[in-house]
């Protein structure tokens, strides 16, 4: 009886959010896979008028290739409703009136960041910034190097260590962190998940109460702890890399936990 009514309690908190934040990798798909139903919960939640937002810590491909990497798995997104960790990477950049950068990142990345106005370069940067470098080579590892031992100011866009991929996990943006921490003691300064502010800038866009949304993630680490922090519902899917013995282990915890996000379709309907 007393989990009925706490059921009714949680389908009730969900029914009336207004706005759904979706994490991707482990989330919502695999790769180039999306998961069974994910469409069909999307446009449900469409159709009771909830916002919908991707967030991605992926810093891999610019924003112009995520979105077409989205429209070709049929969540057709713009630029309105995908936050990647790159953006408020930028946002700081631009901020501080930085100009020269130095760049551990792909050239879909350099793209976005040559666009947004800066000059990537290794001659004289005024600062490293760190993201997932799908093309890293030793000798970007050495540059960087030097540039720490200069004490060159040092940021990076995201802290994820491990990707998920279909064959399993490859090294993310925090395994690069750890090695070069390992070569230089250095530790770069961080965005993207688990900063709240990846959710909270949106929020106040949209003049959105956190109350009223939701986040939903397969990661304690960034996207339940930063959905914490900003005072958003958390629902953690175990279609990624959390189990419920790491949940019960962990000081994290979110507020509702879901098989897959899938399961969303039932208790909304
Ligand atoms: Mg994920």
Redesign the pocket.
């Given at each position: 009886m007393e989990t009925k009514t706490k059921f009714n309690e949680i389908f009730e908190l969900l029914r009336n959010k207004q706005i759904y934040f979706f994490?991707?990798?482990?989330?919502l798909y695999l790769e180039d896979l999306l998961f069974d139903g994910i469409l069909s919960l999307i446009n449900k939640l469409k159709s009771f008028q909830k916002k919908i937002c991707f967030l991605s810590n992926n810093s891999s491909i610019s924003t112009k290739e995520y979105i077409l990497k989205l429209e070709q798995l049929g969540l057709v997104t713009d630029f309105e409703n995908i936050i990647l960790s790159t953006h408020p990477t930028i946002q700081y950049l631009k901020e501080k009136k930085i100009k020269k950068i130095y760049l551990l990142g792909t050239k879909s990345l350099q793209s976005e960041f040559i666009e947004k106005g800066f000059e990537i370069t290794d001659k004289d940067p005024e600062i490293i910034v760190l993201g997932f470098d799908k093309e890293l080579t030793y000798e970007k590892l050495v540059k960087a190097s030097y540039f720490l031992q200069d004490n060159l100011p040092y940021i990076a866009t995201h802290p994820d260590k491990v990707c998920p991929t279909k064959r399993g996990y490859i090294p993310d943006a925090g395994a690069i962190i750890s090695l070069l921490n390992e070569a230089t003691g250095k530790r770069p300064k961080i965005f993207g998940k688990p900063n709240k502010e990846m959710l909270l800038f949106k929020l106040r866009e949209l003049k959105i109460s956190p109350k009223d949304a939701v986040i939903v993630?397969?990661?304690l680490y960034t996207?339940i702890k930063m959905g914490k922090e900003a005072g958003v519902t958390t629902i953690c899917v175990l279609s990624?890399e959390t189990s419920r013995e790491m949940i019960e282990k962990s000081e994290i915890k979110p507020d509702i936990i879901l098989n897959k996000a899938t399961d969303l379709i039932n208790i909304i309907k």
């Amino acid at each position: 009886m007393e989990t009925k009514t706490k059921f009714n309690e949680i389908f009730e908190l969900l029914r009336n959010k207004q706005i759904y934040f979706f994490d991707l990798d482990g989330t919502l798909y695999l790769e180039d896979l999306l998961f069974d139903g994910i469409l069909s919960l999307i446009n449900k939640l469409k159709s009771f008028q909830k916002k919908i937002c991707f967030l991605s810590n992926n810093s891999s491909i610019s924003t112009k290739e995520y979105i077409l990497k989205l429209e070709q798995l049929g969540l057709v997104t713009d630029f309105e409703n995908i936050i990647l960790s790159t953006h408020p990477t930028i946002q700081y950049l631009k901020e501080k009136k930085i100009k020269k950068i130095y760049l551990l990142g792909t050239k879909s990345l350099q793209s976005e960041f040559i666009e947004k106005g800066f000059e990537i370069t290794d001659k004289d940067p005024e600062i490293i910034v760190l993201g997932f470098d799908k093309e890293l080579t030793y000798e970007k590892l050495v540059k960087a190097s030097y540039f720490l031992q200069d004490n060159l100011p040092y940021i990076a866009t995201h802290p994820d260590k491990v990707c998920p991929t279909k064959r399993g996990y490859i090294p993310d943006a925090g395994a690069i962190i750890s090695l070069l921490n390992e070569a230089t003691g250095k530790r770069p300064k961080i965005f993207g998940k688990p900063n709240k502010e990846m959710l909270l800038f949106k929020l106040r866009e949209l003049k959105i109460s956190p109350k009223d949304a939701v986040i939903v993630g397969d990661r304690l680490y960034t996207d339940i702890k930063m959905g914490k922090e900003a005072g958003v519902t958390t629902i953690c899917v175990l279609s990624g890399e959390t189990s419920r013995e790491m949940i019960e282990k962990s000081e994290i915890k979110p507020d509702i936990i879901l098989n897959k996000a899938t399961d969303l379709i039932n208790i909304i309907k």
